[in-house]
């Protein structure tokens, strides 16, 4: 027998975020604890929106719902039977990525075991994680820079790119980033889709001239054609992440783009990340682990699985006031797990 229950959250940004789509102030995400035989999996649902596909508080709470019967009828030990039965349920990707967190979480916990153990993984293996400056004026940009570098040893930075203002609003901003940059901090940039298939070629040149990396999501999800008709004259690597959600929608990509960019939330959990990492690897391409505004509960769990990609993107709960989980902490440019058994997350609320 399984007991599922579930709080909403409500956490404000200590920097909103702009991106080419608009700019988030506060994260809303739902809490999902299940229960059985005494132990407590943790789990989280948080809201996103690509496009079209947005799963809000509504959605989340709306699957939820649909899913606690699935859930409360089933084995613990049964996440793949469980996970059929959301999707053929109708669940969205959100809330099972919340369930099935707390299921994982669950296992860990009752075996006693951390989860990067149970999958075999060093967590000494995994890549720093990049920390992220939102769309502004350069100004603006080098002041959230320098807040950065006064929360630690940071080794990699994203710039978001793809202004409302255009194209040369987005070179003056990483212009004045890579100006203020120290030394030996790797650079990517993520337009969110806002740019156009044309301009993509001498963009990219420019770019890698003022030490760019990658190039994250240039072109809005759909256009994934016009993408591979400039693929070749593009000198950078390309991340796909509003473009690829499932593994499914991996092989179309792999003649496209250098990269993927997975997030529990887009494609429903860690048991299909897990297989989406290795779709990636077998067809060659780059992995990127992202969030969207996730608490330290979710970005913890993503961080189990940071061993078997090559970036991490996983800052979001840094930028939380009032986050009450306690879980991967920053150090050295990377995320430290902690101890304790299943993902190792603590809930600690502010007096």
């Known amino acids: 027998m399984i007991t599922v229950t579930h709080e909403t959250l409500r956490l404000r940004k200590r920097v ?24 407590e999996g943790w789990g989280e649902a948080g809201e996103f929106s690509i496009g079209s596909q947005r799963e809000g508080l509504e959605e989340i709470l709306a699957g939820l719902e649909l899913a606690m019967p699935v859930v ?14 959301l999707v053929e349920t109708g ?5 099972r990525a919340g369930v099935l967190q707390a299921m994982v979480d669950w296992a860990g916990r009752r075996l006693g075991e951390p989860v990067w153990r149970l999958l075999g993984l060093d967590p000494a293996a995994a890549p720093v994680t990049s920390v992220t400056i939102g769309i502004s004026e350069p100004a603006a940009a080098v002041a959230r820079l320098r807040q950065w570098l006064d929360l630690g040893d940071i080794r990699a930075v994203k710039v978001k790119l793809g202004s409302p203002a255009g194209l040369e609003a987005d070179r003056q901003m990483l212009e004045a980033v890579h100006a203020a940059l120290p030394p030996g901090i790797r650079l990517g940039v993520d337009a969110n889709g806002g740019w156009q298939a044309t301009d993509l070629p001498s963009l990219s040149r420019w770019l890698a001239g003022h030490g760019v990396d990658h190039i994250e999501q240039p072109l809005p999800r759909g256009r994934e054609r016009d993408l591979a008709g400039v693929r070749r004259d593009t000198v950078l690597p390309i991340i796909a992440d509003e473009s690829c959600f499932l593994a499914r ?12 960019n997975i997030k529990l939330m887009k494609c429903g959990g860690v048991p299909e990340a897990i297989r989406m990492i290795h779709a990636a690897r077998a067809h060659g391409l780059r992995i990127m682990l992202g969030c969207y505004g996730s608490s330290a509960l979710s970005n913890t769990a993503a961080a189990h699985l940071g061993p078997l990609v090559d970036y991490l993107d996983l800052d979001s709960h840094l930028n939380l006031v009032g986050d009450p989980f306690r879980g991967a902490r920053f150090v050295r440019g990377g ?17």
């Open 16 to 39: 909103p975020l702009a991106i080419s789509r608009g700019t988030s102030a506060e994260s809303i995400m739902v809490w999902v604890r299940v229960e059985s035989g005494g132990v």
């Open 72 to 85: 409360r009828a089933a084995d613990p030990w049964d996440r793949e039977s469980i996970e059929r039965r």
């Open 91 to 95: 669940v969205g990707s959100a809330a």
């Open 249 to 260: 929608d991996i092989p179309a990509l792999a003649g496209v783009v250098d990269g993927i």
């Open 335 to 351: 995320l430290e797990l902690p101890r304790g058994a299943g993902f190792g997350v603590a809930y600690e609320p502010a007096e």
